[in-house]
């Protein structure tokens, strides 16, 4: 298995400007995750999926973010407009559904610059 | 609040010296634990987990974590570090009336001198 793809793995645009970052989970995980890791705040949960339905989204910081998960190969995290405090690594991570929760595999992460 | 806590923004040691990480939280009620170790510039990556059973539990790399289920701890140990542990360790806590989402500390970073 290739594990958690994300891409980009560098993302470089300026204020103003719509950005999508890109994640293709594990084949058979259930839940979907994404987190942005920045110095100040550390690793902060911004929405979980459940077989493709979102179930909590309320770490995503506001409006202008939105996340959707189409199909259970795919999910998007959209900000718009960007901000230069938007600025981090955002990771996506998948988990199997199983009880106990085995843990997560993370992706790669984009890391993301707003100018 | 709940929360999960480490205590220790940055350690620096010397290379061979024993490691201690220390993680609180405060959840009641039953919860999974994880390590998870991230390398400079690299992402997350499992270190440990406990989910039942012998509370002393070992991982990769020649870690292991003790559950101390009445100080709500989850310590994360290694007897003698090596250069290539420097990296940044998070604890997580996976509460079961909460499905899939793992609340993490804020980590700390390790710097291991050579």
């Known amino acids: 298995d290739a594990g958690v793809i994300q891409s980009p793995r560098h993302e470089v645009t300026e204020m103003g400007q719509e950005v999508t970052l890109r994640c293709k989970p594990i084949s058979g995980h259930d839940y979907l995750f994404w987190y942005r890791q920045t110095m100040m705040r550390g690793l902060e949960l911004l929405i979980y999926?459940?077989?493709?339905?979102?179930?909590?989204d309320s770490g995503m910081p506001e409006d202008r973010f939105s996340a959707k998960m189409p199909n259970a190969s795919f999910s998007t995290l959209k900000i718009q407009p960007s901000e230069p405090r938007d600025s981090a690594v955002y990771f996506c991570?998948?988990?199997?559904?199983?009880?106990?929760?085995?843990?997560?595999?993370f992706g790669s992460g984009t890391r993301l610059t707003v100018v | 609040a709940q929360s999960v806590s480490q205590h220790n923004h940055h350690v620096i040691l010397s290379e061979a010296a024993s490691l201690e990480l220390g993680c609180n939280y405060s959840?009641?009620?039953?919860?999974?634990l994880f390590w998870y170790v991230q390398y400079p510039g690299q992402h997350l990556q499992l270190l440990l987990k406990?989910?039942?059973?012998?509370?002393l539990v070992k991982g990769i790399k020649g870690f292991e974590a003790e559950f101390i289920k009445s100080k709500f701890s989850f310590n994360l140990r290694k007897p003698s570090v090596q250069w290539s542990d420097t990296a940044e360790y998070f604890c997580a806590v996976n509460p079961y009336n909460q499905g899939g989402k793992l609340i993490f500390g804020q980590g700390t970073e390790l710097s291991v001198k050579p």
């Open positions: 406990y989910f039942s059973g012998d509370p």
């Open positions: 991570a998948s988990s199997p559904g199983q009880v106990p929760l085995p843990g997560y595999t």
């Open positions: 999926f459940n077989n493709n339905v979102p179930i909590d």
């Open positions: 959840y009641g009620g039953t919860v999974n």
